[in-house]
């Protein structure tokens, strides 16, 4: 489906367990494991999807800078608990770490740079209050008024 300035897909099937598997691997073996994981999953998942753009993948990135991921995940700023926002900061200690690598810069350096940097606890739910109001406003030109 496609509106002004959106294209809207059916939602992608979460695999926890590949996350998993990937934030709990103790080794360059077991990050490649999860990417093979991972792969599978986003070949199942963006095989029939008419995509505007190519997905990314993310197994290869993956699998490219395994050790660099691997030495990231042993800096203390990793998020080792199970608390619930754990995994919200663990995700983006990665980020930083793949960004880092992808720049050639060592692990530590690329999460302290990017330390300034935190993607919003909200993001989504700004961009889904975007939609609906643009879907709202939308509406309104096409019927005459907008609906409550």
């Given at each position: 489906?496609?509106?002004?300035?959106?294209?809207?897909?059916?939602?992608?099937?979460?695999?926890?367990?590949?996350?998993?598997?990937?934030?709990?691997?103790?080794?360059?073996?077991?990050?490649?494991?999860?990417?093979?994981?991972?792969?599978?999953?986003?070949?199942?998942e963006f095989e029939d999807r008419q995509l505007p753009?190519?997905?990314?993948?993310?197994?290869?990135?993956?699998?490219?800078?395994?050790?660099?991921?691997?030495?990231?995940?042993?800096?203390?700023?990793?998020?080792?608990?199970?608390?619930?926002?754990?995994?919200?900061?663990?995700?983006?200690?990665?980020?930083?770490?793949?960004?880092?690598?992808?720049?050639?810069?060592?692990?530590?350096?690329?999460?302290?740079?990017?330390?300034?940097w935190n993607l919003s606890r909200d993001w989504t739910?700004?961009?889904?209050?975007?939609?609906?109001k643009r879907s709202k406003e939308r509406s309104s030109?096409?019927?005459?008024?907008?609906?409550?």
């Amino acid at each position: 489906m496609k509106t002004e300035g959106w294209t809207i897909l059916r939602p992608l099937q979460p695999a926890p367990e590949l996350w998993e598997q990937l934030k709990r691997a103790e080794s360059v073996a077991g990050i490649k494991k999860a990417s093979r994981g991972i792969s599978k999953w986003m070949s199942r998942e963006f095989e029939d999807r008419q995509l505007p753009w190519p997905p990314i993948d993310f197994s290869d990135a993956l699998d490219l800078y395994a050790e660099t991921l691997l030495v990231g995940m042993k800096l203390p700023s990793y998020a080792r608990t199970d608390r619930s926002r754990s995994d919200d900061k663990r995700v983006n200690h990665l980020a930083k770490v793949l960004a880092g690598a992808r720049l050639g810069l060592a692990p530590v350096t690329a999460a302290k740079r990017l330390s300034h940097w935190n993607l919003s606890r909200d993001w989504t739910e700004k961009a889904l209050e975007e939609l609906v109001k643009r879907s709202k406003e939308r509406s309104s030109k096409t019927y005459g008024k907008a609906k409550p």
